[in-house]
Each structure stands twice: as structure tokens, then as C-alpha cells.
């Protein structure tokens, strides 16, 4: 009988319930609220699912106590690249003092019911697939930067970048959209971030997942859920946040402008475009070449007329792959321990400040070629710089139409929405550059 | 490793930044119109033996409807309201996964079932 309740009692100290009551466990349970609360949001009422859902289920995943699917010591260990204990999954670094510890040191502090220490001097990829959870072996994938470029190349795919070739003025827009960016990193800078972790916060204001995230993974890692779930459900929002901005700047005989049509685009000029696009941005911006090369290659698949198969499976069966992986791998990172901080609340705000701001830069430069062109360019879809693609061209081409029911700002607004990538893409690679190790 | 930074440089970061996207940018469009006039050069001329040959009859004058906003200026509509013409051209593209800009519509008529 003794011999049952001791079995018992060892299955449920050793259970991941207990380590709810353990120390800080609790957090555990209120990440575990979000993760549902985010489930919610993606299932019933359609915030980016294909994304979303992914990054709550791993959200879910990582928070259950003693699952042991993620290790954010072990990935912290790989970013100060110092010496990892796998036995105890503790790293030999003085947060604090920030500085490696010595092997006596960290022995000398370790509990008397310690595990024999079995340290590696500096990990690589090979030992976090070795010894890691499944979801560290996935989010290799984020580190190495491989799935945002990887879905750029089906972004790229499934862009028709016709409408920009034939107007290429909108990329001005989309150039302009990019203010909010700047924007929330002063903002960010101003309410305490480092350099490294501003520039990751201000990029959401480019509107653009995979943008966002290798910026993140590679200037403040730390910061990677809190800027991926606010980036994405921010792109959800849009038909939400930018119809009040697009009406308090703009006048109805504004937004009520009939654009004219677009010229025709040839088939060479596609094809060209993006050769020419990936090698002029590449070598003006060299730290752009992993976002813009795939998203110009994945261009050129749909183009090309030649490799069909290729880029249908680029815009389909990769995409799918690679957001699984992704969206999984993302929401690993939200541990209670580094999600539950004022910090993700800043970022949150932030990330708000940086859509709202990007909308008003498209708007406003939207404005000025309104005025300029004689009343030829409606402002509407100045919004549309953001990149968000299609969901910002849609919104201008609703609120067009809601000004005047014979609109039709689709199109127009589609060339403004693809140069948002290329210029978000542009904003990233300048913030790399300069805050990049 | 903190990297704290000071809101004047922040400033000029931002300010920076911003410039050079739309310095990129601007580089780009220009390309881009090069692009576009040198493709449009190389379009081929009209054939010149075409002078020579018998001139064609030109065709009937067709009663010319309202023309619909965002087609190529020829399209006609045959009782059918601007609003809705739009909506046609824009499912037709969505179920033929064709751009809207690489399809030409003719005209749009409502066919009256009786």
C-alpha cells in the first residue's frame, strides 16, 4: 500500500501540474491564458490563422511545465556563446555582470542535488539537434534565418508586381510607409530599449511578417514572440486600425478621385524586373540580399512562364511547410519568464505607434501626389505602402468605394502594397547594417 | 551587451534611415522607368509594307455605351451600373487566378432571364 502511495505521490511531484505551484510556475498558467486567448483570436475570429494559430500552439506547447520542448537557456547560451550545462540546463553566464563564468565558479554555486555537470565549451547547431526539444531543433530554422527567407521566396510567387512596373511612382508610397518604422525606434530608444532592440521593435511598422522576424533574430532574439505575435496580429488588424487614419487625413473629394488605367506591363518587363530589382537593391543595400534575393527569385519562378511547377510549389506546398515550422517555432519563444515583463506591453504599444505611423506617411505623401498630379492620384492608397499585402489594398480599395461606389482602387493600390515590401525590406537592411554585429 | 543609445543620435538614426529608403527608392524608380522606356522602345514598329496593302473596311459604327472606370477606356456596359461592373471584372479575375490588369474585357451585359 506504502509502496502505491509513494508511486503516486513520485508520478505527481514529477508531473508537469506540480510545476505550476513550483517557483514562478504561475506564470507559466497565465501564458498558457494567452496561448488560448491568441487561439481564440486565430480561430473564431480569423487574425492571420495560418500564422497565428501556429504561434499560439507553440505558445501552449512551451509553457507546459516539464515538456521540455524548448530550452531558452540552451539559446542563450548559443547567443553569448558560452559554455551550456545540459545536465542541469544552465548556462554559465553572470547576467548581472555580464560575464562567462569559470567551470569552478559555476560548480561552487551549484545545489548539493545538482546533476553531475556535463558541459559544452561553446554549442552549435549539431548539440541543440543532439540535445534539444523538438521545438529547439524547429526553431533552428528562425535562427539560421532560413524560413523568413524561405517565405519571401513564396511571397514572391504569388506577387504580381505588374501594377508597380506599370506606375512607378507608387513606390514612393512605399517608401513613405516605412515613417512608422522610424518612428516607433525613436519611440522605443525614448522609453528605454537599446539600439539593437529598437530597431527590431520599429520594424513591425513595415508591416511585415518574415521582415520582422529576421530583423528580430538578428539584433534581439530576446524579443522575438512579443514582435512576431505583435507584428501579426497588428497585420490583422489593419482593416481595424487604418480607416479612421485614412478619414481623419483625408477629405471625401480625396478619397472619392477615379484613378486612371494602368498601362499594359509585357511579359519581358516582368521577367526583367525582378533580375534587376534583386541585383541594383543587393548592391545598394547588401545586408537586404536575403529578403530581397528570395523575394525577387520567387518572382521570377512566376514569371518566367518556364518554371510553373517550381513556383507552384513555392506559393503553396513551401509556404505551408515553412509557416508550420515557423509559426510553431515563433510561439516557442514566448516563455513566461521572458514574455510576462513590461517590456512585451512597451512592444505592444509600440508596435501600434509604428502601424498607425506608417499608415500616415503613405497618407500623407499620398496627399502630396494628389496635389501634385493635379487630383490624378487618389491618396487612398498611400495606406497601402504599408506592406501588408493584399489586406492594406484591399482597405483603400473599400474606403474608395465607400466615397465613391464607381471606385475601383484595387489594382492602383496593389503597386504602393508590393514596393511596401521591397521598402520594408530596404528599412531592415539598413537597421541591420547599422546595428548588426 | 547594451548598446544604449542617446535620443539625438536615435534621431538621427531615424531621420537617416528614412532618407535612405527613400534614396533607395528613388534609385530604384528610376531604373525601373528606364526599364520600362528601353522595353517600350524595342516594342517592333508597325510593319511598313503595310502601306501596301488594301486598305481594310473599316468596321460598322457600334452604338457606343458608357464606358466603365478601371478597364482600358473600350470597355461597354449594356445595363449594367458602373458599381457592378467592377465587381464582375474582379470575380472574374479572382476564379481565373488571372491579374485583373492582364485581362481585357469587351463589354458587360445584363442578360434578363424571361
Redesign the interface.
Known sequence: MNNILETLKKLWMESGFMGFFENGGWKSFIMIIVALALLYLGIKKKFEPLLLVGIAFGTLLTNLPGAGLYHMEMWDAYVYECPYDAANEAILYDVEEERVLSVEEYMASLPEDAQEPEIIEKLSFTDIAHIGGLLDILYIGVKAGIYPCLIFIGVGAMTDFGPLIANPKSFFLGAAAQFGVFFAFFGAVLLGFNGNQAASIGIIGGADGPTAILTCMLLAPALLGPIAIAAYSYMALIPMIQPPIMRALTTEKERSVKMEQLREVSKTEKIVFPILVAGFVILLLPSTAPLIGCLMFGNLLRETGVTERLSDVAQNALMNIVTLFLGISVGATTVAARFLTVNTLKIVLLGLIAFCFSTVGGLLVGKLMYKLSGGKINPLIGAAGVSAVPMAARVAQVEGQKANPSNFLLMHAMGPNVAGVIGSAIAAGFLIKVFGA | ?????N?GD??I???M??A???L??????L???L??RI?SR??PAPAAPAAERQPVPAPAPVPAGPTA?????DLKLYGT???DA?MI??IVADELKI????LRFISIREVNKK
Open positions: 551587451m547594451d548598446l544604449k543609445m535620443l536615435a534621431a538614426d531615424a531621420v534611415g528614412y535612405i529608403v527613400f533607395g527608392i528613388a534609385l530604384l524608380v531604373v525601373v522607368v526599364m520600362g522595353m524595342k516594342k472606370p478601371g478597364t482600358a477606356g451600373p458602373d458599381r467592377a471584372m474582379a491579374p485583373l490588369n492582364e
